[in-house]
């Protein structure tokens, strides 16, 4: 496992700020779409700025778990998930009265998403019958 080079974590910090500010400049619009289509395509962008948010939080994560050494079956992945929570908390109070309700769904779903993905990154080998069986009993003679 090899660490982030600096250019890739520039990169990833560009991307976390740039998704946010698109989420931001999204979910603050005071445009209504009336008809299907322009609401559908409202959902799409926003869902797509905030998957390029989940995705660079649960990188910078990944990072930082490599770094620590982390062990892959810690439930501190599904932990550090919730630290996503303050963004779109941020999301959540910034944005229109109208779209608070979507945000608040997301704001439910992505720290799993954030903790998933964390796992897979640090982790790729490691499938997630391993990931989430109990540690194996202390034994005095090993195998």
């Known amino acids: 496992m090899t660490g ?22 999204l979910l603050s619009s005071i445009a209504r779409p009336g008809e299907i289509l322009p609401r559908l395509g409202f959902v799409s962008a926003l869902m797509c700025a905030f998957a390029v948010l989940v995705f660079c939080w649960a990188a910078l994560l990944s990072s930082v778990a490599r770094k620590l050494r ?19 908390l941020a999301l959540f109070l910034l944005a229109a009265p109208r779209t608070r309700l979507p945000v608040f769904n997301l704001l439910c779903m992505m ?15 490691l499938t997630d019958e391993e990931a989430t069986a109990p540690e194996p009993p202390l034994s005095f003679f090993p195998k």
Do not use: D, H
């Open 4 to 25: 982030q080079s600096i250019t890739s974590k520039v990169l990833l910090v560009a991307g976390l700020c740039l998704s946010f500010g698109a989420g931001l400049w």
């Open 70 to 88: 982390w062990p892959p079956r810690a439930r501190i992945f599904y932990l550090a998930g919730l630290s996503i929570v303050a963004p779109f």
């Open 111 to 125: 720290p799993v998403i954030t903790g998933y993905l964390c796992r897979k990154m640090t982790y790729p080998e």
